[in-house]
């Protein structure tokens, strides 16, 4: 069994343990990180992408929204080139109380969120589509983030420092001698290699599995996975992330995110966070609430649901909250030491994508703590890799860097804009034959077509950079397809049924994947 030894063993590839790897290693500490599935594959990568500005919470939840108030300003200005400066409404719709609103008003001012009133009239100058019949609107700094390029953003500067990111890496259990945790025990499921790591302090930032790591250890965390459906729109409805000025609820919040609008969000208790199923009755409460905000949302496109799940912790019982919704979104450092008896061990859970570099300075003050060592955070200062010119991402850059068009250069993929160089780009640093991989690198097949036109191609190309043997190649293609297919088929009428017919007739009749299968 291959052996490794480090100071800090991070498990889980989400932002909050990305963002805990990179800060470790700026810290100058060895630090491995682990994850069972390719990065930011769990709750990270499966929201709605909204940079909060802490409104959301103002009322419910204050704690929550202090915390989003100083990293929204710190991720604005250290991941700007995986933000996009949105904005965002609180608008109070027909079916809203209007008192809600001046409680939302006390609320900002009470907890720093910056808000400022709009005249009704401004903001469907600024968001037409919008109802109509709104009677307040509130301008906060809301924003869009994509979740993967942070993601991979804080793993290549942990890299930098000389961390290492081991994907396909599942823990089979946690090493323990006496009452200390002294490392872990891996299975690489790409190669089915055994993978020992010896670590001074191991950190569980597993999320909504957080609760599985830590009996490994014989610790008992209580995590509720909250499940969130949420459904991608083919086109941009708005400009600007639109919240319902309300209690915090299902289907109130929308978010302009790269060429697609994305509707959330349920919020149910699921016993199992790998078992997530998406209901017909779900996708039919998102549409209807969309109707609320934007008159016709049904007539619009549903392009694609999934569902994530939020990693929910509180120090009681589940049974005790009856609505998930009732639990804070700020997040918890369990230091099992003091909590359990058990050295080596620190679990951080809760919180969210906002608030991911804030939960690793956290925790890696704490590892500090255990090693001895005083040595200060600096992940608020230093701007991650492609982020250094502090210009946000905007919705024409990849046209942009385009124009004149060269026309040696071939396009992939249409809907995202994607050239051969940059797919040849990222399957060179990936080194991957996933091609799910490499959507969530560059996006690839996440337009209006989900696949449709690029997939085949991005197969073919994969097949010739790597050399892999055609069976290789299918079989990516084949798994890609079932992936994309998982969160179609719920949402199948209209101009989406018309599109699977035509991806259909594509791929069976030009590659005929069917037989492909055999």
């Not at 089979?172 to 790591?197: F, I, P, Y």
């Not at 083919?234 to 319902?244: E, K, P, S, Y």
């Not at 909250?321 to 359990?340: E, F, K, M, Y």
Request: with cysteine; charged share 25%; hydrophobic share 40%.
């Amino acid at each position: 069994m291959a052996a490794l030894q480090t100071d800090v063993l991070v498990i889980g590839g989400g932002s909050t343990g990305a963002g805990v790897a990179r800060d470790a290693a700026m810290r100058g500490l060895g630090t491995v990180l682990v994850e069972r599935r390719d990065l930011a594959d769990g709750t990270t990568g499966r929201f709605h992408g909204l940079l909060h500005s802490g409104g959301r919470y103002v009322v419910k939840d204050p704690p929550a929204a202090r915390e989003c108030v100083p990293e929204n300003a710190i991720l604005r200005r250290i991941a700007a080139d995986c933000i996009e400066d949105t904005g965002g409404l609180f608008v109070t719709t027909p079916p809203d109380d209007p008192a809600y609103a001046e409680q939302f008003l006390a609320g900002c001012r009470a907890t720093g969120v910056p808000v400022e009133e709009l005249p009704v009239g401004e903001a469907l100058q600024r968001e037409p589509r919008l109802n109509p019949r709104i009677s307040r609107a509130f301008l906060v700094p809301d924003a869009a983030i994509d979740p993967w390029k942070t993601v991979w953003a804080c793993a290549r500067s942990a890299q930098a420092y000389g961390a290492r990111i081991l994907t396909y890496h599942r823990v089979v259990d946690l090493v323990r001698s006496g009452d200390r945790v002294v490392g872990a025990r891996l299975a690489n499921d790409l190669t089915g290699e055994e993978v020992g790591v010896e670590a001074a302090v191991v950190v569980n930032a597993s999320g909504a599995w957080a609760g599985q790591i830590a009996r490994m250890a014989g610790c008992d965390v209580e995590i509720q996975p909250g499940k969130g459906i949420m459904i991608a729109m083919n086109h941009r409805l708005v400009q600007t992330v639109i919240n319902r000025c309300k209690m915090p609820a299902d289907g109130d919040i929308l978010v302009p995110i790269r060429t697609v609008s994305v509707i959330g969000t349920t919020d149910v208790r699921v016993p199992d966070p790998d078992e997530a199923p998406v209901t017909q009755g779900e996708v039919e409460q998102m549409l209807d609430e969309g109707e609320v905000l934007v008159p016709g949302f049904r007539r619009a496109r549903a392009l694609r649901v999934w569902a994530g799940v939020r990693p929910l912790f509180q120090e009681t019982k589940p049974g005790l909250v009856s609505d998930t919704r009732d639990v804070s979104r700020s997040h918890t450092l369990l230091d099992h030491a003091r909590r359990d008896g058990v050295e080596g061990l620190l679990t951080i859970t809760g919180g969210k994508t906002t608030t991911f570099r804030l939960m690793a300075e956290v925790t890696v003050d704490a590892v500090c703590e255990h090693l001895g060592v005083k040595r200060p955070c600096r992940t608020h200062e230093e701007s991650l890799p492609g982020s250094q010119d502090g210009g946000h991402y905007w919705l024409g850059a990849r046209l942009a860097s385009r124009e004149p068009v060269p026309r040696s250069e071939q396009i992939v993929c249409e809907c995202e804009l994607i050239t051969r160089r940059k797919l040849e780009e990222a399957i060179d640093r990936r080194r991957t034959v996933n091609l799910d991989d490499i959507r969530r690198t560059l996006r690839l097949g996440m337009g209006p077509c989900q696949g449709g036109f690029c997939i085949y191609r991005a197969t073919g190309i994969l097949h010739a950079r790597h050399g892999v043997d055609a069976e290789t190649a299918n079989g990516s293609l084949l798994s890609f397809l079932q992936e994309r297919w998982k969160g179609v088929h719920p949402i199948l009428y209209g101009d989406q049924l018309r599109q699977a017919h035509l991806d259909d007739w594509i791929f069976q009749g030009v590659l005929n994947v069917r037989e492909l299968a055999r």
